[in-house]
């Protein structure tokens, strides 16, 4: 079960509102990097967790704070709302380019819909889709998952502080970018403590390894052609593999396979009659 | 400019044709750990390249073979849809179980809409959206976005491989788990060649770190209550940080902030009359 | 069958094209809230519906008044598009901050797919998708989903009608509030017509409600926690209920169950090793 | 902030785990009439109140206690693909009907995607989507729309009911029933207790009723035609509205407007050419 | 404005009840080559017309006719799912595969949101977005984009056609087939009689053709690449182009460009330092 | 397999960055006619290929350059994104009226989450998704799709190039507008070359037309009603067909069938009590 306190896990406020900020804050909110979506992949990872169950309770108690993030959020959207532009008045507008920014800028459904509050959508207006609640069941793919949510989510954090100069918002933003930070070391740390990095990898390290065609699983295919082509050089192309089970190599890509050749169209799916007629006989997917 | 030689990268063949793991297929396709989004974020990272110019070139050999990934399981899904059923008969579904389990577990949509072949859809016939693409523009969160990538897409290839018995078809998967391996660790060797594990964290590394709030970047909050809970122990509870800047804590959660409370109704959002008498009179987001 | 005489149900004219404006209209035609959803929602409650033959009657003549509300919106947004800025000549820009609102206001895509006309999207480009059809069999569920649409729909409307100054708009406006105001009788007088309020509750009141949980279904659970809590206190938390059937009481929150732990993770869906190491041995939801 | 005991609010066991019914959880999950939608809409609205503070408080509660029904939802998922088919082996399906209805009733993503646990997809795999959030700013939309999706989700918990006979199942959705028949009471108490079901009409209240038409307001507009067309009778026709404010009265469908004529084709928008000669002169919406 | 008389344009009967022949009728309804898209395109079509105004009439006509298809096609889904199996009993499945197919092959939706009736969405319950709404304000374009979808919906009738064989339903198709039929020539027909082939190519055929590059307008680019490939040849390799202004050559492509150097990282966007410092200095798009 | 040089099909520049002008730009990666659109559409219709082989290398060498283009456009976006403002300073935008264009109009999203680079989006942001890839396995159907595709990504070229005075932009459109009047002929071409106009009709053409409803399969139905309504005239109601296979007629609409009436509620269902006991006993769609 849940509980809560009704108070902000960090104090919010907005000295100058802005509409245009306040729809930049949506990106955070309802963008596939934003706060909702890294709650529900949490709350999705805990509860179908089917491993040490220690994780559960990590993943549980950050999906949580989570949410207290989205409430931070959702709380300046609607101080950088206040006052925001009630009608289009050209003559207002002519006489003040500041208010022209804001009416092009701000996002109208924020009005429009909500009545000047936070809405589940991304600084476009386009509704979260829980399509992004990665979720699969092994804890080193989750894991990965989650630090990226973390990286991207910062990234994201960093490039609104640096678009403001509210005070307020810096002080919010500095403490999400914190919480990032830690969240980042949070989710690679299970994978240094589950497995270490050697043993991760390839993930999942629970299918036999063997069953896997091992002429290509450690080579980099170069798929670039030209007459002045070199190949490239990087860690990736020679030396000890990074779970130490192989060495890297470098090819030039070549087809292993042939052209496919499907059979003839199905004469109840109803193609056209001369592509039946110019139809090969027989499904030959590689000669 | 890309070039094709018509060929499949790696041989394709089913013996025996199951409309069923046709439609388990498409999510290898169309799902959001399936190829088109790793073709598409490959290409539109290598395209928004804005460092080393080395990765752009890495970036777009590798995409190019994802590409003939899709190629590879479009033609498989098609073969297995050869002979698939092709009308609803009651007695005859009555009579043999086995078709009554493709009727039902086949997608009719590849019937219906495709002529039996592939689609840019998953396995639910739920088409793919490009919202998927992680390109943030920071190499890391790119780079653990595509470690995620290869991660959930290794994990679905061998729940496939484990589900069919068909040589052909495991033969075909052994190809793509193989490359999978190889494009986790090839990501990953791009962090460790430009900065190394320490040096990747946090992402963004290029924001002034000091600038975020001191007292939460390393502690683990946990937000769990009830009478017998203990701290959580863990490796990113206590010890150094990951990244060597720090060391973790943990605490459990309080607010910092207090119960927000926005402004009135603004008039010209026409909330309910009741509903504006009732609000307090001024934005005091905190107490 | 449907039929047409090709006239607008209302006038629509526009004095001040105002390309900005257009984009605000577009949330009445595809926004989640518009007339698509109300016209297609009465559509399906139409063609499926399984009760008195009469609702079906009424059900469509509203549903073919609806069409001719898109029709009016799509009008007025194509003649708010009269003029828009064919081109971004930064000069003129510079010289006229109300092209600047314009610019930044308006939605491209009116001009860049539509050739300035309406489309079935929301003010912010997203389009309407299917989903928001509420058609769910029982008529009670229905006439509140109805209520809903033509409450969020007035309440769209009478926002737009605040934001423009154009007497034509403000026109058309209040005809299609003063309809709004109507449909929401219309659903409501449904219910009372059918079971009156004390007979409709609960939604639906065919289920045998002696299989419900007795103790949980006249509760207000109080999820609230703090040294100063107090429980809250409202015409849902004593007193009789409104369907007469029961007493409201009060309870703050407390589990019933116990931490669900999940069996081990199946072989053949390939988690990571130490994950399934570290799994408890047998699915035990409850202790 | 949020803080939780990491307990089932309610006991969650499945006697005989199907698979089948596993997918249909789902629908109680990420349908639209499910869990995530209402604890999403009660959280935005709450973060976005801007009326009595009571309110908030009282949608923070319900909320918390929503995000423990998913818990117990995607609890119940995981326990009935317990055992679920590893394989798809053809001879095995065709000694077992049951199989076979399993390997096409149950969702493949749940296995592939997931590993055997929930996700926030509906009963057909497609992803939750936030559009369905509905928080306007007017509290009487607001709880028309929370009625609706207790009402709708109340139905669909009946309709499960029905489908299961495990006991176990029965047990949590008898549970799952009662609360939302106590929730639907709730929302509409709200109203009561607010303004009166006559005063809360039409809503938004606090737009000057005199400014919308005053002549199709209590209008039924019925667009019925042939020759045997009586006109509707009903609560909806005749006798005072439900507001108290006037009279319902009946009308066969008549334009007020004329054909709406466009301008024609914008130059810079590129029509056919015979399509710019054959258009009229201006834009006459109306005649 | 729009009117009806509440009958069925033609009759539609079910001799056998199907709930998987339901299912795939949806995709008729709610898939992208359905009857929503169509109904929905025309109008929009109509109502952003631009040109001569006796398409605006014409296009009324068929849509008005389109939305008597929906209906069609929705009563056929409800007949066809009466009596669809209303509880999952094992035994009851062992003993009738068909029972088995059922349960697998019909969609849950139907039942669980729908209460047995028709939904807005495809064969796979992915409700229909307006995005296929095809409107771009250039008759040629649009009337191509209406044979398209009157070719691909024939072609999905012919399909459900073959896979069933109870009576009514293939009566109801016979006559939507018949309708394709016509309103495939009905679309290609504005073409010719408003430019004729020749005139309508390229379209738009309202922009100054001499503006668009002369060396490649006419040219099929041939990017397949081997030791063995000749010149593909056919009706669009070599002779006059289509539209009578030039004549078809054929080369294999070659890049017009170089390498694409975008700027190094704006330090605002955060991208990882050692990205940055890897950067080149200047956007030097080509070389 | 894929091959690439790493160049431009056609060089790319950008003398006056513009980022308005780049969210433009969007509309042609990510929109509905854009370049992602056309380039999975033709690889879709590729592997699916079950006609003349022929037409499987057509596809794949334009859909190899079709990823050109999206190379190009998106090279474009981050070229005008250069320099775009990096903060909202209001005391700038309140001297600088463009500034507040720039920020109004442009997309937040392309510095937000791709740090100033190209998203496969739309101009609003909206993510491209797959069900835009039209690929039937009927070679005519798909044909007519393909065209459509290049006349209204045409349309949209002529658009941008209208919209811009750059001349590295006009001249890079000048390419991409010639090669959709070369892939405009192209796909009518393989019509012409494999059945000719007449013997294309109606799509499918492999269908017994003697299936159909032989009375409305060329007659143009007229759903218009009124007083001074005349029937429609024009090639689609009277002459040959455009197949030469019958005659065109006209005929005003009326119904064929009765209205419908469904069974009663299935109890199971639960609809409401008073819905159940009003319902008719029998389903007969027609009387």
């Known amino acids: 079960m849940y509980y ?3 108070k902000l896990q960090y104090p919010v406020r907005v000295e100058s509102p802005n509409p245009v900020f306040a729809r930049m804050l949506q990106q955070a909110i309802g963008g596939i990097e934003g706060e909702i979506r890294v709650a529900l992949q949490y709350f999705f990872q805990a509860w179908g967790n089917r491993g040490p169950v220690k994780y ?30 009630p009608a289009l008045q050209e003559e207002a ?39 992004h609640v990665y979720a699969s069941g092994n804890i080193a793919g989750d894991m990965y998952a989650n630090a990226t949510a973390e990286a991207t989510g910062r990234t994201l954090a960093t490039r609104l502080w640096e678009f403001t100069d509210d005070p307020g918002m810096k002080d919010m933003l500095s403490f999400l970018i914190a919480r990032d930070t830690m969240h980042q070391q949070q989710w690679l740390a299970v994978i240094e403590e589950l497995c270490g990095y050697e043993g991760v990898l390839p993930v999942p390290n629970s299918f036999p390894q063997d069953e896997e065609n091992q002429e290509v699983n450690y080579t980099f295919i170069d798929t670039r052609i030209g007459d002045d082509v070199q190949p490239l050089e990087g860690r990736f192309t020679s030396g000890p593999s990074l779970d130490g089970n192989s060495e890297f190599s470098h090819e030039f890509a070549a087809p292993f396979g042939e052209k496919p050749v499907l059979g003839p169209p199905a004469p109840e799916a109803f193609a056209q009659e001369q592509q039946i007629e110019g139809a090969p006989d027989a499904a030959t997917p590689e000669s």
Chains 1, 2, 3, 4, 5, 6 share one sequence.
Do not use: Y
Not at 64 to 72: K, P, S, Y
Not at 94 to 112: E, H, I, S, T, V
């Open 4 to 6: 809560t306190d009704g």
């Open 93 to 131: 507008v002519r006489q003040d380019p500041a208010l022209a920014a804001f009416l092009g800028g701000m996002n109208m459904k924020n009005f429009l819909s909500a009545g000047l509050a936070a809405m589940p959508v991304d600084s476009d207006g386009v509704p979260f889709d829980c399509s």
């Open 56 to 85: 559960r309770d990590m993943l549980l108690s950050t999906t949580t704070e989570e949410i207290a993030h989205i409430e931070m959020l959702s709380t300046a959207v609607a101080l950088n709302l206040e006052g925001a532009p």
